[in-house]
């Protein structure tokens, strides 16, 4: 799942660079099938590239499916998604839920630590608990943010650029 402006990259990417099968579901795809509604894209064993906005419209039909790993690219755009009034973010985690993800984003996290707590809702509805408990904990005056980083460590990884630079 990714910005509809990336979904052809990942194509290529993938086909290019590991010879992956790849399909991107859109709209006009769908439209132009017998049922579109219904779609099955484990049918031929590829990866199946979205966007936000399928993924959000089609929900149901993504819940459905017993993926082996949802990849969510520029995941930083759905940092919140724990908001009820963000209906995109929304219905992408509701439609993930109880899925393997991977969240991707080479955008730092910098106005509010509630976008790491968004964004930990997509992995894990409870890792923190409720917004209250988060907010109690980690953005308090008495917050102890190397306890954060404990409770991040073992599901997250970040890679700063001079890390890479190499490859």
Known sequence: ICPASLRKQWQLELEDKFALPVQVLDQKIISGSNNNLMFNPLADKSITIVSYQFAAKYSANIESVDWDLVVIDEAHKLRNCYRESNRLGQAIKNATANKK??????????NSLLELFGLSTLIDEQIFGDIASFRSQYMSANSNLSALRVRLQPF???????????Y
């Open 101 to 110: 993800k991977l969240l991707l984003t080479a955008t730092p996290l910098q």
């Open 156 to 166: 997250t990884k970040r890679t700063l650029r001079n890390q890479v630079n190499e």
